[in-house]
């Protein structure tokens, strides 16, 4: 074959290929093989808004949004400061945290987009470099106003100049303005000072040149042509991309920033005193409620010491799968387990002197506190918590180290010494000087201030007030109210509400059995004792096994009362069995684990001892009086002393009371054979028929001959006839 063919087939086989490797490259979706432009390009970087005044609300906003760029791995952070007139308080605090900064990220950039004139000039100059737009302007603090600067501010702006690089003159000036100001040039570069040290100064320097940038009675007003000139702004930038690009940032960090998603329908609930199943399923109706209201951001309020960890695991799983966002508000403390809570929701909120952490179970193992602690790292995955202050806070047993990034040492994190223990972790990350935050065995507590320091808390707030302008809410934040069933269960589980029922129950209970068939006290009893349970079982104390123990416990009651002759085992661990479930359904806890569960429990038997002791006095007023009462007398069992009286008094009131004359009055006085144990009801046989009669005063063996001593419409009552 010739050589030019054979070329010309080379050549046109690897065009080809070209050709179809590229439509097959240009065809595929797969996200590795064609990766967006603006992917993994340059480092990574979040531009926050500053637009505005400056206020403590302003402030927190831009303070949490940074935060969470720090915990995203932001590496160049760039503020657009838009502000007007701003609070010096405010706006020293936020140029105070930007400032802070420069230990856990690569660089801060203020970009002035617009005029700041106020003490938004000071945020400016607390991070590490300036932009400014090309009509922008930066400076003259207060304006028009006729005041002079105080000497804290006149100090804030000096500090923040020298401790940025950009000299003390110019920042003084944009708030001084008796001062005037002068730029020099010397063989080494440009100098600024004010003109009354000119003369000093060229005693030890060569003074090329001087001129007056700054005449007394005015404040330094600086355009972006200027303060580049003075050392003051790096460069120029007509937009946000401008400034990505100038500093390597993928495209989209500048896209307008959103501190916070706009809460909609904002609501409050309230989780206070101890953390108890009966809160937790307070919590879940709150919860059903908020969806129902179209809520699409909960405000958690915990103020708590004290509580089971089965509740507040309860309550913590709850808060995470609430279709909204949830935030823990923290205004006074959340101490022992409502800190193992804070980790259901999405971030916390805290007070600069509350107090969280604490978390310690009684006698719990280090296996205990390791599951506890997966469960609530678990939790806290996609919130804003650390993970190693999350452990730290579950695991008294862990230890928790400031760490930094070997590669880049301005970027500080936190991991436990477990974590330090992998050696690729180690390999990454350097121990600080100081020692462990949190050291091994003892259980970790922190104020606000410290929280917030260490990335544990989102946002400051102290009161409602304060929370509504860290999420910029406009109007009220409704409070979930408890309802009418919160208010009934809380009286029915009460001291007072739990005697009362369980008194009423138990006294019916006892009549009822000394009735035939099923009457008032029955229903009474079942009123109460469905009360009783239907209450602990909101409350979380309650469930079927107590429900089963207190069935099972009437039942073996019932047996041994009108079947098994005598009082032994079986009646016995009936009663047994209904103590226990009235016990169980009064604790959540079925043995005590610590001191605060064995007071618990202890206080639950007291009452139902007292509960008991009442009950007997009841039971035997009852059987001694109750039978003296007309109506009564003929559905209650009386003593055998009372026999006589009742039966005297029976002839006295006669058809007047009963009424119509009984089929069976013949019976009176006739004697026949209990058929079976009479207890008090049973059978007899007379004259070779069988009726369904009551023994009075004790019970009667089967065999027994018994005399008919009282007849009332269709009762037939009995007694031994001892020989008659």
């Not at 990574?44 to 609300?57: F, V």
């Not at 500093?247 to 909609?264: K, Q």
């Not at 399923?281 to 509580?307: H, N």
């Not at 707030?461 to 406009?474: G, P, Y």
Request: net charge negative; with cysteine; hydrophobic share 45%.
């Amino acid at each position: 074959m010739p050589r030019d063919v054979v070329r010309t087939l080379v050549a046109g086989s690897g065009l080809l290929s070209l050709v179809l490797f590229a439509g097959i490259s240009l065809g595929q979706e797969a996200p590795n093989a064609n990766p967006p432009a603006d992917a993994n390009k340059g480092p990574k970087g979040r531009m926050i808004t500053i637009r505005g005044s400056i206020d403590s609300g302003l402030k927190n906003r831009v303070i949490n949004a940074t935060r969470t760029a720090v915990r995203e791995g932001a590496e160049i952070i760039v503020f657009d400061i838009q502000a007007g007139k701003s609070d010096f308080g405010a706006s020293l605090d936020l140029a105070n945290a930007i400032s802070e900064l420069g230990g856990k990220v690569r660089r801060t950039v203020a970009f002035v987009s617009k005029p700041v004139t106020g003490h938004g000039a000071l945020v400016a100059l607390a991070c590490d470099e300036i932009v400014m737009a090309p009509d922008a302007k930066l400076g003259d603090v207060f304006g028009d106003l006729p005041v002079d600067a105080r000497p804290i501010e006149e100090k804030a702006y000096a500090d923040f100049g020298r401790l940025k690089g950009h000299g003390t003159w110019i920042p003084l000036g944009m708030v001084n303005k008796d001062i005037r100001l002068v730029e020099v040039k010397t063989p080494q570069g440009k100098r600024f000072m004010p003109s009354d040290k000119l003369d000093e100064f060229k005693k030890g320097v060569q003074v090329l040149d001087s001129t007056v940038i700054k005449e007394a009675g005015q404040r330094l007003l600086l355009d972006a042509d200027q303060a580049r000139s003075y050392g003051l702004a790096r460069g120029t930038a007509g937009s946000r991309k401008e400034v990505a690009t100038m500093y390597g940032l993928p495209e989209s960090t500048a896209a307008e920033d959103i501190l916070y998603v706009e809460a909609v329908r904002p609501i409050l609930v309230k989780l206070e005193g101890a953390f108890t199943g009966r809160l937790h399923q307070y919590l879940l109706r709150r919860l059903k409620q908020a969806s129902s209201e179209g809520s699409d951001l909960l405000f958690v309020q915990i103020d708590s010491t004290s509580g089971e960890v089965a509740a507040a695991d309860g309550i913590a799983h709850a808060l995470k799968s609430w279709p909204g966002r949830t935030v823990a508000w923290v205004p006074k403390q959340a101490i022992g387990v409502a800190t193992y809570t804070i980790f259901g929701c999405d971030e916390l909120i805290i007070a600069p002197d509350a107090e969280i952490g604490g978390f310690e179970i009684s006698k719990a193992s280090k296996e205990e506190y390791q599951a506890l602690a997966d469960s609530a790292v678990d939790m806290s995955k996609g919130g804003k918590y650390p993970e190693a202050f999350v452990r730290g806070f579950v695991d008294p047993n862990v230890s928790v180290f400031e760490v930094r990034n070997k590669a880049n040492p301005n970027l500080i994190s936190y991991k436990t010494a477990g974590e330090l223990e992998n050696p690729v972790v180690a390999n990454e990350w350097d121990k600080a000087r100081r020692g462990p935050l949190k050291e091994a065995g003892i259980s970790l507590t922190m104020n606000g201030k410290t929280a917030l320091s260490v990335d544990v808390a989102a946002g400051e707030a102290s009161t409602r007030d304060e929370l509504k302008s860290l999420f910029d809410i406009s109007g009220t934040i409704p409070t979930l109210q408890p309802g009418w069933v919160d208010a009934l269960v809380d009286g029915l589980t009460s001291v007072g509400g739990t005697v009362l029922l369980l008194f009423i129950g138990l006294t019916c209970l006892y009549i009822e059995f000394q009735m035939p068939g099923f009457g008032i006290g029955g229903l009474v009893a079942t009123i109460c004792f469905v009360l009783f349970f239907w209450s602990r079982f909101l409350s979380n104390q309650a469930g079927s096994l107590e429900v089963t123990m207190f069935l099972l416990g009437l039942i073996l009651i019932a047996v041994e009362l009108f079947v098994i002759p005598g009082f032994g085992i079986t009646g016995f661990a009936g009663i047994l069995l209904l103590f226990g479930s009235l016990l169980l359904a009064s604790q959540s806890f079925i043995a005590p684990s610590n001191d605060e569960e064995s007071w618990e429990m202890l206080t639950n038997l007291s009452i139902i001892l007292g509960v008991i002791f009442l009950f007997a006095g009841a039971a035997v007023a009852s059987a001694r009086y109750l039978p003296a009462f007309p109506y009564l007398r003929h559905m209650v069992l009386a003593p055998p002393e009372q026999v006589e009286e009742n039966d005297a008094e029976a002839s006295y009131y006669g058809e007047e009371e009963s009424g119509a004359a009984s089929q069976y009055d013949h019976l009176l006085n006739q004697t026949g054979v209990a058929m079976s144990t009479l207890r008090p009801a049973g059978r007899m046989e007379l004259d070779n028929e069988y009726f369904d009669v009551v023994a009075q005063g004790e019970f009667v063996d089967a065999g027994t001959p018994v005399k008919v001593v009282e007849v009332y419409q269709n009762r037939i009552v009995v007694r031994p006839s001892n020989g008659a």
